[in-house]
């Protein structure tokens, strides 16, 4: 099993494209899977019957686990079948015939733009803040995924044009415009910051370092913005996603058109975009007093 679990994983990386992270998400879910299997005695993944995929779901749902995230690991397990009997390794998946679990159409949790003001308002404009404020503001004025900011390089931002390059899921790139408070922000920070940064490591690339001068990490961006979030009494619970979707939110409320906005986020299906063309229940209700007749 853990040869054509590494046979499966090098496919994803090498012809699929996947990015290091989904790769190791991927790995993460089908090392669970192989466990449960050996426990269950089974010899190896042709030898998997449907009713063992059915238990193995079912001990995850006796762990509290969510249903996007037993409907993410039925996923890994499914490709893992597909490729196999692209290998001619199986006849026939065990996965034909078990359907994912029914998930919630679940809003994306944005900030409104007080709350963005009062964000980034909390960071000093001094020191290590002047890296943060470049992050935010890029991840706010470009809708980047954390993984696309860390992977960020020197020559990915075209100040003067005022374009940032990026690489996306399935290492699909992308251009995507930047406003002027995020070149501005970018300017300070490489002048002033990030010339002191680097000089343990000169020949560092990435435009985003730590106190050491070596890439900043995704998690430590996860703690700034949650540090920041509390300085500025943002009450929400947020991390990086929420200013992308507060930035796909704050495009669409403001009439922007929905193949621009997919393009800027790099999504591959529209129907992901569309889920930002929600109304907030606020703002419904006061188009419905301005506009109704009998309100």
């Not at 961006?221 to 996603?241: C, D, E, F, N, S």
Request: aromatic share 8%; glycine share 6%; with cysteine.
């Amino acid at each position: 099993m853990k040869q054509q679990l590494e046979e499966y994983l090098t496919y994803l990386a090498l012809e699929r494209g996947l990015s290091r992270t989904t790769c190791a998400s991927y790995a993460q879910d089908l090392t669970m899977f192989q466990v449960f299997l050996q426990r269950q005695g089974v010899a190896g993944f042709a030898a998997v019957e449907p009713g063992q995929i059915r238990e193995f779901m079912r001990e995850l749902k006796a762990g509290k686990r969510e249903a996007a995230t037993i409907a993410r690991k039925l996923s890994a397990i499914k490709g893992l079948y597909r490729f196999l009997e692209g290998q001619r390794v199986i006849a026939k998946s065990p996965t034909a015939f078990i359907d994912s679990p029914r998930l919630w159409k679940r809003l994306p949790e944005t900030l409104s733009l007080p709350e963005v003001e009062r964000l980034l308002g909390s960071i000093p404009e001094e020191a290590l803040g002047l890296r943060d404020l470049a992050m935010l503001e890029l991840l706010y004025g470009a809708g980047l995924r954390v993984s696309e900011l860390t992977a960020l390089q020197m020559g990915s931002c075209n100040l003067e044009a005022r374009f940032v390059r990026c690489i996306g899921k399935g290492n699909k790139e992308r251009l995507v415009p930047l406003g002027r408070s995020a070149v501005k922000a970018l300017q300070t920070y490489l002048v002033r910051e990030r010339t002191r940064l680097v000089k343990r490591h000169p020949e560092e690339p990435a435009l985003f370092l730590n106190r050491w001068g070596r890439p900043l990490t995704r998690q430590r961006v996860w703690q700034l913005l949650r540090r920041y979030a509390r300085a500025g009494q943002v009450a929400k619970t947020i991390g990086p996603h929420t200013l992308r979707h507060s930035f796909a939110t704050h495009l669409l409320e403001r009439g922007a058109d929905l193949r621009t906005v997919q393009e800027m986020l790099g999504h591959a299906n529209i129907s992901t975009t569309q889920r930002y063309t929600h109304v907030d229940r606020a703002r419904l209700k006061s188009v419905h007093e301005q506009f109704h007749p009998r309100p």
